[in-house]
């Protein structure tokens, strides 16, 4: 999508992790002609599923909707009924369409429409002309490697095309890997540190790179504006900076309008937030500082290399829209120099290298940890070396997390995590702590496996979601694996989180859950204990877990598993922070003994399934007020 002389990625449908959502609507709408009716009814499905929240005027509809969140399957949150009876509590104005709704919602449903068929991931016009999913779409509806797909689609990426004819000449993805290389070796031969480009540096610079024959031009820009930002210090650098992103936006978009500088400022960000978010599903880019650089991943390093000297950034040509669109939505392409066999295996030994390296940092911390993978293999399969090149990369991000968990000042973070989780249990979410992630479902198991990580002790704590280098996830754990696995000298811990707290919290989370306790339970020599984390607890959850604590219903095992509130995990974690900070120690023992208290509460001291979290929660807050 193209604003003015900047590009951007669709901001409608900013977060790549619903994505999945939109393709699930057009995998129920395909077959139908593309027109304002089918844009209408999209539009209207986004709505249905909670992937779209309307600003209604009633303030009953407009406090439910505050609370929307979609499901994990992104299945219906509202009847047809109900999501017609909210529209009619909403009045969008638009002077291009004289305030008609349905032309409105039209063009609603068109803009949240176009980056699928931008990426490739729908054909507006099948053979037959109707809408339908491209073999890019239907990879992903069913569950390709994303990191793969996104890398091959962003490679492909390109601007100008038939789709979109700006005047530009830009592979977005590959010129901003080019600049980031660029930018690291100039800063290298200055004598600085190599960071990749911070996000003010991005919001300027990329956007406006819309002609692939700048882009040193913009490496040089970029080098020029942070030696004068480091130039300064305090106030005169802030001021510097303002004015300066001022300045800048004033050229670009040719406007001294103060009211026109302040959106077009805004958009800049937009657009910088939102490729960030893209781009990083490529595994090739990675947060640094804080999410304030966004760099060359670690781990992709020569993919990086073999990107910024081998592909050209120039846009192709393309005689039409269908040549592009099948172009762009296939999966098999392009040719990836770095997954050759020579290549692969010379990524593998450098990976093994690099993860002995932490391995052995861990061991000097703690000689008795968990070591993995401590041996080499000789392949003679492509395949089967790739896979060990992606498990590496895996082996290395669980690594460095484990490293990070021996460190002894990682329980400062307690605090705010604790302050993190108790917010989300509220109906609206605040980001004001760990803003990286903010989509609530990977934001709560990422946020559920830091505080483990900050509490320590464990020999491994390994959850389930995919992450990038910089250990911030990407999506949530896949289906039928457990969210987290933690690995204590004494214990077990299963973690599963849920945002969901209705009726539909039993039916998606009740089994599994049981399933995966039971499961570890037979596998392991040590005690298990589930420990299950929800905003709050609906009765048909409580009830099924209460049953099958106390009497052995789940294939003949009693299960160990408490089921928390977000506040309660959040009083616990912060009341450790407190023990820790004031010199204390926390073991694994301690904790151990916490849990155990807690799961025999239901064996021991209750037979009324309705008293068990409140006596939890008594326990709990005995426990803090200690």
Known sequence: MVRDSVWSIN??????????????????????????????????????????????KDPVWKKRVSSFLPKEDFSYILSEEEVNDLMSTVFYKNKTYQDDQFKIYAFRGRTAFSPLTNFGFVRNRDEFGKVSLTPLGEAFSQGINTENMFLRMFLKWQLDNPTEINGFNIMPFVATVKVIAGVNQRAEKLGLRPVGISFDEMKMYIPTLVNAKNIAHTIEQIIDYRLKVKSMGGMDREEFKQSFFNDFTERVFNTKSEESLKTKKSNLRDYADSAIRYFRETGILYLRGGGRYIDISPSRTREAAFISEEFTAEADNFKNVDDYINYLSDTQTPDLPWETFSQLGIEYNNLYVKHERIQNAIAKIRPDAVRNSDYIEKFTDINRLADAVQSLRQLIRQSTRTLKMFKNDQFLKLKEISIAIEEMSGRTQSFRKFPEVQKPSVRLEWLFAESLVAIGNANFIKPNYNVGDDGIPLWTARGNVEDLLADYPDFQLVGEVTMMQGHDQWINEGQPVMRHVADLSKKSTKPTIGLFLAPSLHRDTINTFFGNVKYPI????????????????????????????????FSQKDLWNLFSALHHIAVQQIDDSTQWIPTIDQYIDSFCNQ
């Open 11 to 56: 901001t409608t449908l900013r977060s790549p992790d619903r994505l999945q959502g939109y393709i699930e609507i057009v995998r129920i709408m395909q077959g139908r002609t593309r027109d304002e009716e089918f844009e209408k009814d999209f539009f209207f499905e986004t709505i249905r599923r909670g992937l779209y929240q309307p600003n209604s």
């Open 554 to 585: 789940f294939e003949g095992q009693t299960l160990a598993i408490i089921p928390l509130t977000l506040k309660s995990y959040a009083k616990i974690i912060n009341k450790i922070f407190e023990i820790r900070n004031v010199g204390s120690s």
